[in-house]
């Protein structure tokens, strides 16, 4: 079960970076100062853990999200965290970057157990473990450092590949509530099949989360940010599709055949898709209104 997978992707990857801790980038790396990434981290502070929201990466552009934890098990809000790099914990960081906080879900959404989330994006262009160090700016010293495994290839499609054609549940063949556990469902976002809007070769923003039953502490309010989104290019011609997770929106059933078709290793998922039906962007975790306006606007906004 996807349920399970990703509770155990969780727990697995929570136990390393409680152990040793992690972090990403939002900004351009550049070359660091200082001697080995073990050296930065023994610096005086609080060593703290970090609960990562996404792991699902390829060679490339490695979107990373992560909550860092103190000691008290309290969330750790800070505009911004420095970034080291290593390919060791015994070498020298060879990048530094800075990562920035971006907001989870919108006014009125259901409360997630974090307002923020620590997002990042590095340029990882060969498979291996990679060590990163995090430490927050501003206030108390805290610091986490961790590791990222980048796959030889994706498990969900990546970008540039073709959107596998699902026909996925629209309004014309099921309620409302049976399509969306959402608190208050948008019936826009079930108008339209991903089949339909790759046959008619429209752009369109795909969403797969479950408000209701999602396993993370920040993912309930995607499905919210995707309708904040749509509502701000309602006459554009672009379409916006929200597919839930489990068969029969029970957990107990297991996965539905969409998302074994997209091959989602974990969830929530945002897809960004062009009118040739590649993907565009793709976002794993909590995507922040302002993370996929500025996507939307650069890849599918004529």
Known sequence: ??????????????????????????????????????????????????????ADFGPGRVRLTFLIIDGQGAVVTRPTARIWLAKGLEERPFAETTARSEAIGV?????????????????LPEPGTYWLLAEPVGGRKIQAV??????????????GAAAPPSRTPTLATATLDELS??????????????????ADRTPFVLVFATPKYCTSRTCGPVVDVVSTVR????DSGIRFIHVEIYEGNDPTKGENRWVKEWKLPSEPW????????????????TVSVRELEASVREHLAS
């Open 146 to 159: 961790g590791t990222v495994v980048v796959k030889e290839r994706t498990a969900a499609p990546d970008v």
């Open 181 to 198: 556990t959402s608190r208050v469902p948008d019936p826009e976002l079930h108008r339209s099949s991903v089949a339909d809007a790759l």
């Open 107 to 123: 006014e009125g959404s259901d409360p997630a157990d974090a307002t923020e989330i620590f997002v990042t994006s590095l340029q």
């Open 270 to 285: 945002v897809f960004v898709v062009g009118a040739d039906g590649k993907i565009r962007d793709r976002f794993e975790g």
């Open 231 to 234: 509502r701000d290019h309602a």
């Open 1 to 54: 079960m996807l349920r399970a997978a990703a509770l155990g992707l969780f727990l697995g990857l929570a136990v390393c970076f409680v152990a040793a801790g992690c972090g990403g980038s939002s900004s351009e790396q550049e070359e660091p100062e200082g001697s080995t990434l073990e050296s930065l981290w023994r610096a005086p502070g609080e060593d703290v853990a970090i609960t990562p929201g996404s």
